[in-house]
């Protein structure tokens, strides 16, 4: 596989061979799976004890120096452990590692503050289109540490497994912090995050940024969107799923999921729930899947990708799948990489739409 693989599919080594697999990587554990990397360290994983500490009363401060419980590694593969951050006053210059937490701080009236944005692999929303461009883009690949450093950033902000000293990664938590760059790494890319890890992020850089009014916002608009996507879907079938990808050629690959944490519960809203977690390793083989018959598949896309309808086309036609309930019903929906493996505020959005396709093909 060739380089672009790679990057794709940090986790995904340990992940999700996506369409963005297929034209990214070449085997090792390198930066954009699109699920945490499954060395990353259980303990450091966030619980249910990670939701908004409190919600900040209406027009309340950050006292800085501010301290904030995050995340370190020594770099690709390794386990991931608490790490503090000291913030002794709201960041001016940032870097995102990722579009979709650019699109997030955007939200939150933060765009003056992006000095650098990397890894544009999905659409933009549409809420936020105008401020992003004015960020300047390191790279719409994933990007390495010396752009990253040369933006003179003081906070590097984003997706944990692209925190490494390679080609793909920004550098090492503790490599940028040796240089005075502090850095965050979103709670829901580690392993074991739930919704309220998102909740917890946002929380937290409204704390950082000094703009918690807007965050506890942003946070009670998500919970109702949670909370009315839990009802509307209460008494629906319990229905198994499995992410799959386009490897080329007209081939299809599944993937466990086992890591995506975060993931699986915001599918859960729709009584959705993945069919091949309980499977050791990253892949799911042809017999597995077949045997394992799941009522819907999710097929990932990613800009640049194969061409989402082609793989449709090759997949409801492959004799080998045929015995499979979503191939049969034709129950397969694409879905957006950013939106799902982007671990910001867009799996809302994205579970939205998917609820909306669900009900137009019951």
């Known amino acids: 596989m060739n380089s672009k693989y790679k990057k794709m599919r940090v986790s995904l080594c340990t992940a999700l061979i996506l369409t963005i697999a297929a034209a990214c990587s070449n085997g090792s554990e390198g930066a954009g799976s699109s699920a945490p990397a499954a060395a990353e360290s259980a303990s450091a994983a966030p619980s ?69 944005v990397a890894a544009l692999y999905g659409e933009l929303d549409p809420e936020v289109a105008e401020d992003f461009a004015k960020v300047p883009v390191l790279s719409k690949d994933y990007v390495s540490k010396e752009p990253v450093v040369g933006a003179n950033p003081d906070l590097v902000i984003g997706r944990g497994d692209l925190f490494a000293d390679a080609d793909w990664g920004v550098g090492t938590v503790d490599g940028l912090n040796e240089l005075g760059i502090r850095t965050y790494v979103s709670g829901t890319s580690i392993k074991g995050a739930t919704l309220n890890s998102l909740y917890r992020d946002i929380e937290q850089i409204g704390q950082i940024f000094d703009v918690q009014d807007k965050a506890a916002e942003h946070i009670a608009k998500l919970k109702e969107r949670a909370e009315a996507l839990k009802t509307r879907f209460a008494d629906a079938e319990s229905r198994k799923f499995a992410f799959v990808s386009d490897i080329g050629d007209g081939g299809i690959t599944a993937y466990t999921g086992n890591n995506d944490t975060f993931q699986g519960e915001a599918l859960g809203l729709l009584k959705l729930h993945n069919g091949f977690g309980h499977i050791e390793g990253t892949t799911v083989s042809a017999e597995q899947l077949v045997e394992g018959n799941p009522d819907i598949m999710l097929l990932s896309y990613y800009a640049g990708g194969p061409e989402p309808e082609k793989t449709l086309k090759e997949l409801y036609a492959n004799p080998a799948l045929q015995d499979i309930s979503a191939v049969k019903n034709r129950k397969v929906f694409v879905i957006d990489f950013n939106d799902y493996w982007g671990y910001g505020d867009q799996i809302f959005s994205a579970i939205e739409k998917l609820a909306e396709e669900i009900d137009a093909n019951p």
């Open 48 to 116: 249910e004890s990670a939701a908004p500490s409190s919600q900040a009363p209406a027009g309340t401060k950050t006292a800085y120096p501010l301290v904030i419980e995050n995340y370190a590694s020594s770099g690709e593969g390794a386990a991931w452990q608490k790490k503090e951050q000291t913030f002794d006053k709201a960041p001016e210059r940032v870097v995102a590692n990722t579009q979709p937490i650019a699109e997030l701080l955007i939200k939150l009236g933060l765009v003056d503050k992006l000095v650098g």
